[in-house]
């Protein structure tokens, strides 16, 4: 074990249940055990669960330090150091993000690849404040990264903004994307998509990079607009005739959904607008909803794949980092982040994510 103090001590901002502030609490050390880390937050960003736990759309374990979308710099490493994603040694001053989740890497479910869902799983924003793990969220100065985390290294060169929705949103884009691309060639293909949030606007630029024609599916205009900016070759509002909207931008039919906004309603409608030998990937329904019908015979008839995409695995984030960097200039993800408060500001922070104004709102535990 190795004893970090901390001077001035770490702040972390704490979640006390439905309807309070939040509280402030003081860390002032750390023990790192072997192949821990611990970040200095550099910019954090509020995810729509961060507001649907906030709001009680979601259980949560109480006290909490919230926050899974974040960028930092490694300040002090545990006994025989840590390692990145890519199995390189890493050093203090490394520019870093870091997966929602630590997983133990050795139980069934990690050997399968899907680590994201281990049975030892502990999530970043996700666990109750405990002895000894206090900075367990991005709403802090800190973060004390356990052994089991997917860390990436950054580059110096892309902002903040662009870089803390990775952890979550960016990763998870593009986690469900590759999950339609291995059933549906997205090349040439069209792709409808159900929600112009972060995630959907980021999956418009990854699957255009593919190759496919997107169509996006927003209520709000703003956000339609930006699907625009993010590649989105046609969008329409929900509800709209998508027969007549496809057959304007190309002779052919909708061969993948990515349905990103967890509204029943678009979630029933892809699977009535998708074609014979498509696939679905529904990524947007993480909070509880009224179930919809299903019917198997026509799933069976038409050959229809259906994947639900929860999270991500660590080469899911690898590679939207290096998607961020290779893609830097051709699509404005440094606009996705608007205002940026600082951490004693955090339940202002989450009002106004929650009023919808900006797709996400930063927090910058430095001012």
Known sequence: MTDVRLSPAALAQVWIGEGRPHETIAVPGVV???GDALVQVELATVCGSDVHT??????APVPLVLGHEYVGRITALGADGARAADGSRLNIGDRVTWSIFTACRSCDRCRRGVPQKCRALRKYGHERVE???ELTGGFATHVHLRAGTAIVRVAEELPGSV???AA???ATAWAAVTALDEVIDLDGAVLLISGAGLIGLTA???ATERGARVIVSDPDPRRREQALRFGAASVHTPGEDLAEIVAGLCESEIHAVLEASGARSAVLAAFDAVAVGGAIALVGSVFPTESVPLDP????????????????????????????RGSAGRYPFESLVGAVLPLSQLDDAITLARSGEHVRVGIDPRR
């Open 32 to 34: 790192l055990a072997a």
């Open 131 to 133: 002895a000894h793990w």
């Open 204 to 206: 418009t630029a990854i």
């Open 168 to 170: 979550c949103g960016t």
């Open 163 to 165: 870089l803390a929705p």
């Open 297 to 324: 015979e026509r799933i069976v008839r038409t050959c229809l794949t259906v994947r639900g995409i929860h999270n991500y695995a660590p080469r899911d984030l690898v590679d939207a980092i290096a998607f961020l």
């Open 54 to 59: 906030v709001s009680g759309h979601r259980a």
